[in-house]
C-alpha cells in the first residue's frame, strides 16, 4: 500500500480506502493527472462509478490515456466542467469525493482552483454525500492565490455543523514552506 503519511495526497488515498467499496459512485473533483481517478476506479471496481471532473482539456486527455494504459477506462465518466457544476452530472447519492486543489502538476500554473467555486463545489458535495460518506480535500497554500484559497475554504469548513458533520484538518506540523494540508468531512 501507499506510504500514506508522507504527504496529504497520501493521506487522502489511505482514508479513502478505507470508506469506499465496490460498486460505490464517487466523485473526483479534480481530475488533473487522473492519479486520483486511478485510484478511485481501483477502489470501485467493474461494478462502480467513478466520475471526475476538470477544467483542462488536457486533464482530461492526461487521465483518458493514464486510464487506458491500466485498462480502466471503462466505469469512469470523465467531464471536462468545472467541479461547481457536479449536480449537473451527478444523479444519485456518492460515498467519496476528492479535492486536490490548486494548479495541474506540469501544467499551466495559472490555471488554478478558485475560492468561490471550490466552496460551491464541496457545498454540492455534502450535499450528494450518503451517511458516513467523506470529503477529502487537500489544500496547497504555497502559491499567493492558494492562500486566499486556504482561508476561505477553512472560513467556510468551520462553520459546518457539528450535529451533522465531522471536519478534520490533517496537518504535517514539522514540515516548513506551507505543506499541504488535508481536510477531512465525514457526513453523520
Ligand atoms: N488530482 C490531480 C492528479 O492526480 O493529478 C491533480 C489535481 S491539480 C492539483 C488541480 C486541478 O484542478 C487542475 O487540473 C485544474 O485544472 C483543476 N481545476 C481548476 N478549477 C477547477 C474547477 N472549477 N473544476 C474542476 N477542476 C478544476
Redesign the pocket.
Known amino acids: 500500500g501507499a506510504k500514506y503519511l508522507t504527504k496529504a495526497t497520501n493521506l487522502a488515498k489511505h482514508i479513502i480506502s478505507a470508506v469506499v467499496q465496490e460498486g460505490d459512485t464517487v466523485i473526483?473533483?479534480?481530475?488533473?493527472?487522473?492519479?486520483?481517478t486511478l485510484y478511485l476506479r481501483k477502489m470501485v471496481g467493474n461494478t462502480g462509478k467513478v466520475i471526475a471532473?476538470?477544467?483542462?482539456e488536457k486533464?482530461i486527455e492526461n487521465t483518458k490515456k493514464l486510464l487506458q494504459s491500466f485498462h480502466m477506462a471503462d466505469a469512469v465518466e470523465l467531464i471536462h466542467d468545472?467541479?461547481?457544476n457536479m449536480d449537473l452530472y451527478v444523479f444519485q447519492e456518492v460515498s467519496a469525493v476528492m479535492f486536490?486543489?490548486?494548479?495541474?502538476?506540469k501544467?499551466d500554473h495559472h490555471?488554478?482552483?478558485?475560492p468561490d467555486?471550490t466552496i460551491i463545489?464541496i457545498e454540492k458535495a455534502l450535499s450528494l454525500l450518503k451517511r458516513n460518506g467523506i470529503i477529502t480535500i487537500a489544500v496547497?497554500h504555497g502559491h499567493e492565490e492558494g492562500m486566499i484559497e486556504k482561508d476561505q475554504v477553512l472560513a467556510y469548513a468551520t462553520t459546518l455543523d457539528q450535529n451533522q458533520f465531522h471536519v478534520l484538518r490533517l496537518d504535517f506540523i514539522n514540515q516548513k514552506n506551507n505543506p499541504p494540508f488535508l481536510l477531512v468531512i465525514e457526513k453523520k
Open positions: 473526483d473533483a479534480t481530475m488533473g493527472n487522473g492519479n486520483d471532473f476538470d477544467i483542462q486533464a468545472g467541479h461547481e486536490n486543489l490548486g494548479y495541474l502538476p501544467g490555471i488554478v482552483t478558485k467555486t463545489a496547497y
